[in-house]
Protein backbone atom coordinates (compact mmCIF):
# COMPACT_ATOMS: atom_id res chain seq x y z
CA UNK A 1 0.00 0.00 0.00
CA UNK A 2 1.48 3.34 -0.71
CA UNK A 3 0.14 6.51 0.96
CA UNK A 4 0.22 9.74 -0.77
CA UNK A 5 -2.06 12.69 -1.59
CA UNK A 6 -0.11 14.39 -4.56
CA UNK A 7 -1.93 12.31 -7.16
CA UNK A 8 0.30 13.83 -9.88
CA UNK A 9 2.96 11.33 -7.46
CA UNK A 10 0.44 8.58 -7.55
CA UNK A 11 0.25 8.47 -10.96
CA UNK A 12 4.21 8.28 -10.89
CA UNK A 13 4.74 5.63 -8.51
CA UNK A 14 1.88 3.62 -9.90
CA UNK A 15 3.90 3.22 -12.98
CA UNK A 16 7.37 3.09 -11.59
CA UNK A 17 5.77 -0.20 -8.83
CA UNK A 18 3.75 -1.70 -11.76
CA UNK A 19 5.25 -4.96 -10.81
CA UNK A 20 4.20 -4.74 -7.78
CA UNK A 21 0.53 -5.29 -6.84
CA UNK A 22 -0.27 -1.42 -5.31
CA UNK A 23 -3.39 -0.17 -3.41
CA UNK A 24 -3.43 3.81 -2.80
CA UNK A 25 -5.01 5.81 -0.36
CA UNK A 26 -4.66 9.27 0.23
CA UNK A 27 -5.28 9.80 4.25
CA UNK A 28 -5.24 8.63 7.14
CA UNK A 29 -8.76 7.41 6.73
CA UNK A 30 -8.46 5.24 3.43
CA UNK A 31 -5.09 4.44 4.41
CA UNK A 32 -6.71 2.26 7.93
CA UNK A 33 -9.86 1.31 5.65
CA UNK A 34 -7.39 -0.66 3.44
CA UNK A 35 -5.20 -1.82 5.67
CA UNK A 36 -8.20 -3.54 7.75
CA UNK A 37 -9.32 -4.91 4.23
CA UNK A 38 -6.34 -5.94 2.29
CA UNK A 39 -3.57 -6.27 5.35
CA UNK A 40 -0.62 -5.01 3.09
CA UNK A 41 2.74 -6.69 3.68
CA UNK A 42 4.81 -3.51 2.84
CA UNK A 43 3.28 0.07 3.32
CA UNK A 44 5.38 3.62 1.53
CA UNK A 45 3.74 5.86 3.94
CA UNK A 46 4.01 10.15 2.83
CA UNK A 47 4.36 12.19 6.40
CA UNK A 48 2.77 14.94 4.92
CA UNK A 49 -0.71 14.14 4.51
CA UNK A 50 -4.19 15.71 4.65
CA UNK A 51 -5.30 18.11 6.78
CA UNK A 52 -2.11 18.70 7.58
CA UNK A 53 0.04 18.49 4.19
CA UNK A 54 2.71 20.97 5.23
CA UNK A 55 3.49 19.25 9.13
CA UNK A 56 4.13 15.70 9.87
CA UNK A 57 1.08 14.99 12.55
CA UNK A 58 -1.44 13.05 10.33
CA UNK A 59 1.60 11.37 8.97
CA UNK A 60 2.99 10.18 12.66
CA UNK A 61 -0.83 9.62 13.88
CA UNK A 62 -1.01 7.02 10.27
CA UNK A 63 2.00 5.37 11.75
CA UNK A 64 1.07 5.10 14.86
CA UNK A 65 -2.31 3.08 14.04
CA UNK A 66 -0.34 0.94 11.17
CA UNK A 67 2.35 -0.09 14.12
CA UNK A 68 -0.61 -0.47 16.60
CA UNK A 69 -3.42 -2.82 14.27
CA UNK A 70 -1.17 -4.76 11.96
CA UNK A 71 2.63 -4.93 14.40
CA UNK A 72 4.35 -6.87 11.64
CA UNK A 73 3.48 -4.31 8.19
CA UNK A 74 6.55 -3.19 6.82
CA UNK A 75 6.16 0.56 7.06
CA UNK A 76 8.89 2.91 4.83
CA UNK A 77 8.18 6.24 5.70
CA UNK A 78 8.78 8.78 3.15
CA UNK A 79 10.14 11.95 4.48
CA UNK A 80 11.69 15.11 2.94
CA UNK A 81 15.61 15.92 2.30
CA UNK A 82 17.53 16.66 5.16
CA UNK A 83 14.79 15.45 7.19
CA UNK A 84 16.64 13.59 9.50
CA UNK A 85 14.85 14.00 12.92
CA UNK A 86 11.65 13.20 11.63
CA UNK A 87 13.20 9.90 10.20
CA UNK A 88 14.60 8.87 13.00
CA UNK A 89 11.32 9.45 15.04
CA UNK A 90 9.58 7.78 12.77
CA UNK A 91 11.82 4.10 12.90
CA UNK A 92 11.56 4.79 17.22
CA UNK A 93 7.91 4.89 16.15
CA UNK A 94 8.35 1.47 14.99
CA UNK A 95 8.61 2.42 11.12
CA UNK A 96 11.00 -0.50 8.99
CA UNK A 97 12.95 2.35 7.63
CA UNK A 98 13.00 5.90 5.90
CA UNK A 99 13.14 7.12 2.75
CA UNK A 100 14.00 10.95 1.20
CA UNK A 101 11.52 12.71 -1.16
CA UNK A 102 12.04 13.32 -4.09
CA UNK A 103 12.81 9.20 -4.62
CA UNK A 104 14.69 7.39 -7.02
CA UNK A 105 12.21 4.49 -8.10
CA UNK A 106 15.15 1.86 -8.68
CA UNK A 107 16.62 2.36 -5.04
CA UNK A 108 12.93 2.92 -3.16
CA UNK A 109 12.14 -0.40 -5.39
CA UNK A 110 15.23 -2.27 -3.61
CA UNK A 111 14.39 -0.74 -0.04
CA UNK A 112 10.61 -2.20 -0.68
CA UNK A 113 12.37 -5.61 -1.79
CA UNK A 114 14.23 -5.87 1.20
CA UNK A 115 11.29 -4.98 3.29
CA UNK A 116 9.12 -7.82 1.59
CA UNK A 117 11.87 -10.12 2.24
CA UNK A 118 12.18 -9.96 5.46
CA UNK A 119 8.66 -9.82 6.21
CA UNK A 120 8.66 -13.41 4.90
CA UNK A 121 11.35 -14.65 6.68
CA UNK A 122 9.75 -13.17 9.91
CA UNK A 123 6.39 -15.21 8.77
CA UNK A 124 8.22 -18.50 8.27
CA UNK A 125 9.85 -18.07 11.50
CA UNK A 126 6.60 -17.52 13.70
CA UNK A 127 5.40 -20.04 11.81
CA UNK A 128 8.55 -22.51 13.23
CA UNK A 129 7.98 -21.48 16.50
CA UNK A 130 4.67 -22.22 16.36
CA UNK A 131 5.29 -25.25 15.20
CA UNK A 132 7.58 -26.00 17.87
CA UNK A 133 5.72 -24.81 20.62
CA UNK A 134 2.68 -27.06 19.75
CA UNK A 135 5.05 -29.94 19.28
CA UNK A 136 6.82 -30.02 22.51
CA UNK A 137 4.52 -28.42 25.45
CA UNK A 138 6.02 -29.68 28.42
CA UNK A 139 7.21 -33.15 29.19
CA UNK A 140 4.32 -35.76 29.57
CA UNK A 141 1.88 -32.95 28.66
CA UNK A 142 -0.52 -33.28 25.82
CA UNK A 143 -2.15 -30.08 24.36
CA UNK A 144 -3.41 -27.82 21.68
CA UNK A 145 -5.19 -25.79 23.41
CA UNK A 146 -3.77 -22.44 22.88
CA UNK A 147 -3.99 -20.81 26.36
CA UNK A 148 -2.42 -24.05 27.53
CA UNK A 149 0.41 -23.68 25.59
CA UNK A 150 0.87 -20.23 26.93
CA UNK A 151 1.07 -21.56 30.46
CA UNK A 152 3.37 -24.00 29.09
CA UNK A 153 5.84 -21.26 28.30
CA UNK A 154 5.10 -19.45 31.48
CA UNK A 155 6.56 -22.29 33.21
CA UNK A 156 9.59 -22.16 31.50
CA UNK A 157 10.16 -18.85 32.49
CA UNK A 158 9.56 -20.08 36.24
CA UNK A 159 10.91 -23.33 36.59
CA UNK A 160 14.54 -21.44 37.02
CA UNK A 161 13.57 -18.94 39.36
CA UNK A 162 13.09 -19.76 43.54
CA UNK A 163 10.01 -18.41 43.30
CA UNK A 164 7.23 -20.60 44.87
CA UNK A 165 4.45 -21.01 42.83
CA UNK A 166 0.97 -22.12 43.64
CA UNK A 167 -1.23 -23.91 40.88
CA UNK A 168 -4.60 -23.67 41.14
CA UNK A 169 -7.00 -25.99 39.08
CA UNK A 170 -9.84 -28.31 39.33
CA UNK A 171 -8.97 -31.89 40.17
CA UNK A 172 -7.32 -33.86 37.88
CA UNK A 173 -6.01 -31.33 35.05
CA UNK A 174 -2.51 -32.18 35.73
CA UNK A 175 -1.67 -30.09 38.54
CA UNK A 176 1.04 -32.52 39.43
CA UNK A 177 2.47 -33.17 35.89
CA UNK A 178 2.74 -28.93 35.89
CA UNK A 179 4.62 -29.28 39.35
CA UNK A 180 7.18 -31.82 37.83
CA UNK A 181 8.13 -29.96 35.31
CA UNK A 182 8.44 -27.09 36.97
CA UNK A 183 11.29 -29.40 38.87
CA UNK A 184 12.59 -30.83 36.00
CA UNK A 185 13.70 -27.66 34.03
CA UNK A 186 14.88 -26.23 37.35
CA UNK A 187 18.76 -26.30 38.34
CA UNK A 188 17.00 -28.64 41.12
CA UNK A 189 16.52 -30.94 38.87
CA UNK A 190 19.28 -33.67 39.96
CA UNK A 191 18.27 -33.55 43.55
CA UNK A 192 14.61 -34.71 45.10
CA UNK A 193 11.30 -34.04 44.09
CA UNK A 194 9.09 -34.92 46.99
CA UNK A 195 5.41 -34.78 46.89
CA UNK A 196 2.67 -34.98 50.06
CA UNK A 197 -0.90 -34.89 49.68
CA UNK A 198 -1.98 -32.68 53.18
CA UNK A 199 -5.75 -33.95 52.54
CA UNK A 200 -4.97 -37.67 52.10
CA UNK A 201 -2.96 -37.60 55.77
CA UNK A 202 -4.54 -37.11 59.17
CA UNK A 203 -3.66 -34.31 60.75
CA UNK A 204 -1.63 -36.18 63.58
CA UNK A 205 0.14 -38.03 61.40
CA UNK A 206 0.63 -35.14 58.78
CA UNK A 207 2.89 -33.22 61.37
CA UNK A 208 5.85 -36.31 61.59
CA UNK A 209 5.17 -36.39 57.47
CA UNK A 210 6.52 -32.99 57.23
CA UNK A 211 8.58 -32.44 59.72
CA UNK A 212 9.60 -35.58 61.09
CA UNK A 213 10.36 -36.70 64.82
CA UNK A 214 13.05 -37.88 67.31
CA UNK A 215 13.01 -41.47 69.00
CA UNK A 216 10.30 -40.92 71.81
CA UNK A 217 8.96 -37.78 70.83
CA UNK A 218 5.33 -40.00 70.93
CA UNK A 219 4.02 -43.11 71.07
CA UNK A 220 5.07 -45.53 68.44
CA UNK A 221 8.15 -43.07 67.43
CA UNK A 222 10.34 -45.73 67.86
CA UNK A 223 13.45 -44.57 65.58
CA UNK A 224 14.36 -40.86 64.60
CA UNK A 225 12.70 -39.71 61.66
CA UNK A 226 12.97 -37.06 59.08
CA UNK A 227 10.29 -35.10 57.31
CA UNK A 228 9.78 -34.77 53.61
CA UNK A 229 10.86 -30.86 53.70
CA UNK A 230 14.17 -32.45 55.36
CA UNK A 231 14.13 -35.49 52.58
CA UNK A 232 13.60 -32.76 50.10
CA UNK A 233 16.48 -30.80 50.91
CA UNK A 234 18.26 -29.12 47.59
CA UNK A 235 15.32 -30.37 45.93
CA UNK A 236 11.41 -29.44 45.40
CA UNK A 237 8.54 -30.13 48.08
CA UNK A 238 5.13 -30.15 46.29
CA UNK A 239 2.40 -29.61 48.44
CA UNK A 240 -0.46 -31.11 46.55
CA UNK A 241 -4.27 -29.81 48.46
CA UNK A 242 -2.84 -26.92 50.83
CA UNK A 243 -6.03 -25.62 50.96
CA UNK A 244 -6.66 -28.39 53.36
CA UNK A 245 -3.60 -27.85 55.28
CA UNK A 246 -5.16 -27.92 59.33
CA UNK A 247 -4.78 -24.63 61.17
CA UNK A 248 -1.94 -25.98 63.51
CA UNK A 249 -0.02 -26.93 60.47
CA UNK A 250 -0.67 -23.52 58.62
CA UNK A 251 1.73 -21.62 61.49
CA UNK A 252 3.89 -24.18 62.12
CA UNK A 253 4.89 -24.02 57.88
CA UNK A 254 4.73 -20.21 57.91
CA UNK A 255 7.33 -20.19 60.07
CA UNK A 256 9.47 -22.56 58.44
CA UNK A 257 9.05 -20.83 55.08
CA UNK A 258 9.80 -17.39 56.57
CA UNK A 259 13.32 -19.12 58.17
CA UNK A 260 13.89 -22.09 56.48
CA UNK A 261 14.61 -24.17 59.64
CA UNK A 262 12.61 -26.86 60.56
CA UNK A 263 12.50 -28.89 64.09
CA UNK A 264 11.74 -32.37 64.41
CA UNK A 265 9.10 -33.06 67.03
CA UNK A 266 10.47 -33.66 70.08
CA UNK A 267 13.68 -32.27 68.62
CA UNK A 268 15.50 -29.48 70.14
CA UNK A 269 17.30 -28.39 67.01
CA UNK A 270 17.00 -26.19 64.43
CA UNK A 271 18.22 -27.95 61.13
CA UNK A 272 18.37 -25.30 58.00
CA UNK A 273 16.32 -27.02 54.68
CA UNK A 274 16.56 -25.27 51.06
CA UNK A 275 13.48 -26.22 49.40
CA UNK A 276 11.74 -24.85 46.36
CA UNK A 277 7.90 -25.37 47.77
CA UNK A 278 5.58 -25.06 45.00
CA UNK A 279 1.85 -25.94 46.25
CA UNK A 280 -1.54 -26.89 44.34
CA UNK A 281 -5.66 -27.05 45.74
CA UNK A 282 -8.64 -27.18 43.70
CA UNK A 283 -9.75 -24.80 46.14
CA UNK A 284 -10.25 -21.05 46.28
CA UNK A 285 -8.03 -20.26 48.07
CA UNK A 286 -9.19 -16.32 48.93
CA UNK A 287 -12.60 -17.85 49.74
CA UNK A 288 -10.66 -19.85 52.25
CA UNK A 289 -9.39 -16.80 53.99
CA UNK A 290 -12.64 -15.61 53.96
CA UNK A 291 -14.45 -18.58 55.85
CA UNK A 292 -11.00 -18.17 58.55
CA UNK A 293 -9.93 -21.56 56.83
CA UNK A 294 -6.60 -20.45 55.60
CA UNK A 295 -4.21 -18.35 56.34
CA UNK A 296 -3.72 -14.96 54.94
CA UNK A 297 -0.32 -14.48 55.78
CA UNK A 298 0.52 -17.68 54.59
CA UNK A 299 -1.39 -17.24 51.46
CA UNK A 300 0.83 -14.24 50.06
CA UNK A 301 4.25 -16.32 50.98
CA UNK A 302 3.12 -19.35 49.05
CA UNK A 303 1.49 -17.41 46.18
CA UNK A 304 4.46 -15.89 44.66
CA UNK A 305 3.22 -16.53 41.28
CA UNK A 306 -0.15 -17.93 40.95
CA UNK A 307 -0.65 -20.61 38.01
CA UNK A 308 -4.39 -21.13 36.78
CA UNK A 309 -5.14 -24.30 34.77
CA UNK A 310 -7.95 -24.44 32.72
CA UNK A 311 -10.13 -27.40 32.73
CA UNK A 312 -9.97 -29.98 30.06
CA UNK A 313 -13.44 -28.65 29.08
CA UNK A 314 -12.15 -25.32 28.25
CA UNK A 315 -9.38 -26.59 26.21
CA UNK A 316 -10.05 -26.16 22.37
CA UNK A 317 -9.94 -29.84 20.91
CA UNK A 318 -7.48 -31.31 23.83
CA UNK A 319 -10.08 -33.96 24.76
CA UNK A 320 -10.10 -35.98 21.58
CA UNK A 321 -6.14 -35.24 21.26
CA UNK A 322 -5.47 -36.67 24.88
CA UNK A 323 -8.31 -39.52 23.96
CA UNK A 324 -6.39 -40.63 20.99
CA UNK A 325 -3.33 -40.63 22.55
CA UNK A 326 -4.48 -42.38 25.89
CA UNK A 327 -5.89 -45.02 23.54
CA UNK A 328 -2.75 -45.84 21.99
CA UNK A 329 -0.83 -45.87 25.11
CA UNK A 330 -3.18 -48.44 26.68
CA UNK A 331 -3.34 -50.70 23.80
CA UNK A 332 -0.06 -50.90 23.86
CA UNK A 333 0.00 -51.93 27.37
CA UNK A 334 -2.87 -54.59 27.45
CA UNK A 335 -1.51 -56.11 23.79
CA UNK A 336 -4.20 -54.85 22.06
CA UNK A 337 -3.07 -54.40 19.08
CA UNK A 338 -4.71 -51.11 16.68
CA UNK A 339 -7.77 -49.67 18.47
CA UNK A 340 -9.38 -46.76 16.94
CA UNK A 341 -12.02 -44.48 17.98
CA UNK A 342 -15.24 -44.20 15.80
CA UNK A 343 -16.70 -40.86 14.94
CA UNK A 344 -19.73 -41.43 17.61
CA UNK A 345 -17.23 -41.98 20.28
CA UNK A 346 -15.06 -38.73 19.37
CA UNK A 347 -18.62 -36.74 19.09
CA UNK A 348 -19.47 -38.08 23.03
CA UNK A 349 -16.13 -36.90 24.09
CA UNK A 350 -16.26 -33.47 22.55
CA UNK A 351 -19.70 -32.84 24.25
CA UNK A 352 -18.21 -34.62 27.65
CA UNK A 353 -18.18 -31.77 30.32
CA UNK A 354 -15.27 -33.87 32.33
CA UNK A 355 -15.84 -32.84 35.56
CA UNK A 356 -12.61 -35.35 36.76
CA UNK A 357 -10.27 -33.21 34.04
CA UNK A 358 -7.85 -35.79 32.02
CA UNK A 359 -8.03 -38.00 35.00
CA UNK A 360 -11.87 -38.67 34.08
CA UNK A 361 -10.93 -38.91 30.34
CA UNK A 362 -7.50 -41.27 31.23
CA UNK A 363 -9.78 -43.40 33.25
CA UNK A 364 -12.86 -43.74 30.86
CA UNK A 365 -10.32 -44.32 27.68
CA UNK A 366 -8.53 -46.97 29.94
CA UNK A 367 -11.72 -48.83 30.99
CA UNK A 368 -12.97 -48.89 27.08
CA UNK A 369 -9.62 -50.37 25.81
CA UNK A 370 -10.12 -53.18 28.19
CA UNK A 371 -13.79 -54.19 27.30
CA UNK A 372 -13.80 -53.40 23.47
CA UNK A 373 -14.52 -55.93 21.54
CA UNK A 374 -13.30 -55.12 17.92
CA UNK A 375 -10.49 -53.05 17.14
CA UNK A 376 -12.82 -49.96 17.27
CA UNK A 377 -14.23 -47.93 20.35
CA UNK A 378 -17.56 -46.49 20.08
CA UNK A 379 -19.50 -44.29 22.65
CA UNK A 380 -21.28 -47.26 24.27
CA UNK A 381 -18.03 -48.85 24.82
CA UNK A 382 -16.70 -45.33 26.76
CA UNK A 383 -19.88 -45.24 28.95
CA UNK A 384 -21.04 -41.84 27.79
CA UNK A 385 -24.36 -40.77 26.07
CA UNK A 386 -24.23 -41.00 21.86
CA UNK A 387 -24.97 -37.26 21.01
CA UNK A 388 -26.55 -36.58 17.63
CA UNK A 389 -23.20 -36.09 15.71
CA UNK A 390 -23.17 -32.55 14.51
CA UNK A 391 -20.45 -33.09 12.21
CA UNK A 392 -22.00 -30.08 10.64
CA UNK A 393 -20.04 -27.80 13.24
CA UNK A 394 -17.26 -28.91 12.24
CA UNK A 395 -17.25 -28.31 8.68
CA UNK A 396 -14.90 -25.01 8.55
CA UNK A 397 -17.68 -22.92 6.75
CA UNK A 398 -20.21 -22.96 9.65
CA UNK A 399 -17.31 -22.71 11.56
CA UNK A 400 -16.33 -19.20 9.92
CA UNK A 401 -20.11 -17.91 9.65
CA UNK A 402 -20.39 -18.62 13.56
CA UNK A 403 -17.51 -16.47 13.99
CA UNK A 404 -18.60 -13.94 11.35
CA UNK A 405 -21.52 -13.44 12.92
CA UNK A 406 -19.84 -12.81 15.92
CA UNK A 407 -17.36 -10.30 14.76
CA UNK A 408 -20.15 -8.41 12.46
CA UNK A 409 -22.47 -8.23 15.45
CA UNK A 410 -19.94 -7.08 18.04
CA UNK A 411 -18.73 -4.31 15.45
CA UNK A 412 -22.50 -3.14 14.17
CA UNK A 413 -22.91 -3.03 18.30
CA UNK A 414 -19.80 -0.54 18.52
CA UNK A 415 -21.15 1.75 15.63
CA UNK A 416 -24.57 1.56 16.67
CA UNK A 417 -26.21 0.41 13.20
CA UNK A 418 -23.89 2.54 10.78
CA UNK A 419 -23.28 0.17 8.25
CA UNK A 420 -20.73 2.09 5.81
CA UNK A 421 -18.69 2.74 9.32
CA UNK A 422 -18.81 -1.10 10.68
CA UNK A 423 -17.52 -2.25 6.64
CA UNK A 424 -14.89 -0.37 7.05
CA UNK A 425 -13.70 -1.99 10.68
CA UNK A 426 -14.56 -4.69 9.40
CA UNK A 427 -12.88 -4.56 6.19
CA UNK A 428 -15.54 -5.14 3.93
CA UNK A 429 -17.51 -3.78 1.03
CA UNK A 430 -20.82 -2.61 1.85
CA UNK A 431 -22.46 -4.82 -0.36
CA UNK A 432 -20.80 -7.72 1.87
CA UNK A 433 -21.79 -6.89 4.64
CA UNK A 434 -25.41 -6.32 3.97
CA UNK A 435 -25.07 -9.67 2.22
CA UNK A 436 -23.54 -10.99 5.90
CA UNK A 437 -26.28 -9.44 7.71
CA UNK A 438 -29.11 -10.51 5.35
CA UNK A 439 -27.59 -13.94 5.60
CA UNK A 440 -27.10 -14.05 9.45
CA UNK A 441 -30.60 -12.64 9.49
CA UNK A 442 -29.57 -9.07 11.28
CA UNK A 443 -31.21 -6.04 11.34
N1 LIG B 1 -2.14 -32.41 29.46
C1 LIG B 1 -1.94 -33.69 29.82
N2 LIG B 1 -1.38 -34.56 28.97
C2 LIG B 1 -1.21 -35.85 29.31
N3 LIG B 1 -1.56 -36.36 30.50
C3 LIG B 1 -2.11 -35.55 31.39
C4 LIG B 1 -2.33 -34.16 31.10
N4 LIG B 1 -2.88 -33.59 32.19
C5 LIG B 1 -3.03 -34.55 33.09
N5 LIG B 1 -2.56 -35.73 32.64
C6 LIG B 1 -2.61 -37.03 33.36
O1 LIG B 1 -3.83 -37.02 34.08
C7 LIG B 1 -3.66 -37.55 35.39
C8 LIG B 1 -4.03 -36.51 36.41
O2 LIG B 1 -3.06 -35.47 36.42
P1 LIG B 1 -2.48 -34.85 37.78
O3 LIG B 1 -2.35 -35.90 38.84
O4 LIG B 1 -1.28 -34.06 37.45
O5 LIG B 1 -3.71 -33.89 38.14
P2 LIG B 1 -3.93 -33.02 39.44
O6 LIG B 1 -4.50 -31.74 39.00
O7 LIG B 1 -2.67 -32.99 40.25
O8 LIG B 1 -5.04 -33.83 40.18
P3 LIG B 1 -5.48 -33.75 41.75
O9 LIG B 1 -5.86 -32.34 42.00
O10 LIG B 1 -6.65 -34.68 41.79
O11 LIG B 1 -4.30 -34.23 42.51
C9 LIG B 1 -2.21 -37.98 35.46
O12 LIG B 1 -2.15 -39.35 35.13
C10 LIG B 1 -1.52 -37.15 34.42
O13 LIG B 1 -0.39 -37.81 33.91
Not at 189 to 210: G, H, M, Q, W, Y
Not at 344 to 355: K, V
Request: proline share 4%; glycine share 8%; aromatic share 6%.
Amino acid sequence: MMVEDDIGLQKQMRWSFDRYNVIFAQDRESALALLRRHEPVVVTLDLGLPPDPDGTSEGFATLEQIVALAPDTKVIVLTGQNDRGNALKAVGSGAYDFFAKPFEADILGLVIDRAFRLADLERENRLLQQRQAGDTPLDGLLTRDPGMQKLCRQIEKLAPTTATVLLNGESGTGKELFARALHQLSPRKDKRFVAINCAAIPETLLESELFGHEKGAFTGAVKQTPGKIEVADGGTLFLDEIGDLPQSLQAKLLRFLQERVIERIGGRSEIPVDVRVICATHRNLRERIAEGAFREDLFYRLAEMIVAIPPLRERTGDATLLAHAFVQRFAQQNGRGKLTLRDDALAAIEHHPWPGNVRELENCIKRAVIMADGSTIGAEDLGLQAVDDDTAALNLRVVRDECEKQAVIKVMSRVEGNVARAAELLGVSRPTLYDMLNRFGLR
